[in-house]
């Protein structure tokens, strides 16, 4: 049973740091592309960051590029989400993602966890 567990969120002031860890499990990710997505109720689930688990080569949202850095821990099967600088826009769910195949779609997600950006 594949499955992927965040971790990490919770209440942080804005300008500070959060990291959020995902634990996969159940298949093996070397091929995958594992991403971050966020969602804000009543908002659709936006791409925050991807990272390919084989090359290591990352993609960022404009919104985040420059705050956030992704990062793979292969010993641990674990991806991060190191989040510095944060600003109160920040404040969504933060689900973690694996996508198979390059050209296909994210196919298993996590539970989510609250990140909150207070002012």
């Known amino acids: 049973q594949v499955q992927l567990v965040e971790s990490g969120g919770g209440l942080v002031q804005a300008g500070g740091s959060l990291r959020l860890s995902c634990a996969a499990s159940?298949?093996?990710?070397?091929?995958?592309?594992m991403g971050w997505f966020r969602q804000v109720p009543g908002k659709e689930r936006e791409f925050v960051a991807s990272?390919?688990?084989?090359?290591?080569?990352?993609v960022y949202a404009d919104s985040v590029k420059g705050r956030f850095t992704i990062s793979r821990d292969n010993a641990k099967n674990a991806v991060h989400l190191q989040m510095n600088a944060m600003k109160q826009e920040d404040t969504a769910v933060y689900y973690c993602?694996?996508?198979?195949?390059?050209?296909?779609?994210?196919?298993?997600w996590g539970q989510g966890t609250q990140v909150t950006v207070s002012s």
């Open positions: 993602a694996s996508r198979p195949r390059i050209f296909g779609s994210y196919e298993y």
């Open positions: 159940g298949r093996t990710f070397s091929s995958d592309t």
């Open positions: 990272i390919r688990w084989s090359s290591g080569s990352t």
